[in-house]
């Protein structure tokens, strides 16, 4: 079992609707939390993080942990089209320094 | 602050050719990683380097060395390419108390022909 699994989508919208993203994990040792927006032809750039269970909030984004299932969602409220890029869940692995990234789903929103 | 830099922005090889992608960073972070990516296949971690002096192997280490020259320059050489390792390449660095938080590059795209 993959230590990350992530829906590749892709995932089509259109503008105003709420997105939901979704990954699951494995390892029940893990605490830290990422999601990285990464948009066509250029490098991933954290969104969002966060090390407990619960929802943490950042504008129109919403990340949600649930430990006891080991899913990890990003909501985005009133999606926009530049919105459309590929997310990409990370986890912080056995190490302080290593990150596992899921696969990234491609979003899209259109106007 | 440029942040992340690296060069080339492309490159093409021929099987069997060497080169070394180039990386650095001017935010003064002690944590530096090299991934690549591919399709299908997500981000995946080849080396890092937790500080200066220090490297170590990641997910997919086979066929490339590393070089971390000093704080700010982390390089990745391929000695004898191989079409398996047609890919985008990206430098990324963290500060080493948050090693959750890296900034990546815009990356290398590289064809192995």
């Known amino acids: 079992q993959k230590e990350v699994e992530q829906d590749p989508g892709p995932l089509s919208v259109p503008e105003g609707a709420i997105v939901s993203l979704n990954c699951t994990y494995s390892n029940s040792a893990f605490q830290y939390f990422m999601w990285y927006r990464q948009y066509s032809r250029k490098g991933p750039e954290l969104l969002m993080y966060t090390y407990s269970s619960g929802n943490k909030e950042d504008g129109r984004f919403t990340a949600q942990v649930d430990k006891s299932s080991k899913y990890i969602s990003l909501f985005i409220r009133d999606s926009q089209p530049s919105d459309s890029a590929t997310y990409l869940c990370?986890?912080?692995?056995?190490?302080?320094?290593?990150?596992?990234f899921g696969k990234g789903t491609l979003l899209t929103v259109n106007p | 602050n440029a942040g992340v830099t690296q060069t080339p922005k492309f490159q093409v090889l021929k099987t069997g050719q060497s080169m070394t992608l180039q990386c650095a960073q001017d935010m003064n972070h002690n944590s530096m990683y090299w991934y690549r990516q591919d399709p299908g296949m997500g981000l995946r971690l080849i080396y890092y380097s937790a500080s200066e002096g220090t490297t170590d192997k990641g997910e997919v280490p086979n066929g490339y060395n590393v070089s971390r020259l000093n704080k700010r320059e982390f390089s990745l050489r391929l000695e004898s390419a191989a079409p398996s390792q047609t890919s985008v390449y990206f430098c990324a660095s963290s500060d080493g108390g948050r090693a959750w938080e890296q900034y990546f590059g815009p990356g290398t795209r590289l064809t192995v022909t």
């Open positions: 990370a986890i912080r692995g056995g190490s302080n320094y290593k990150l596992t």
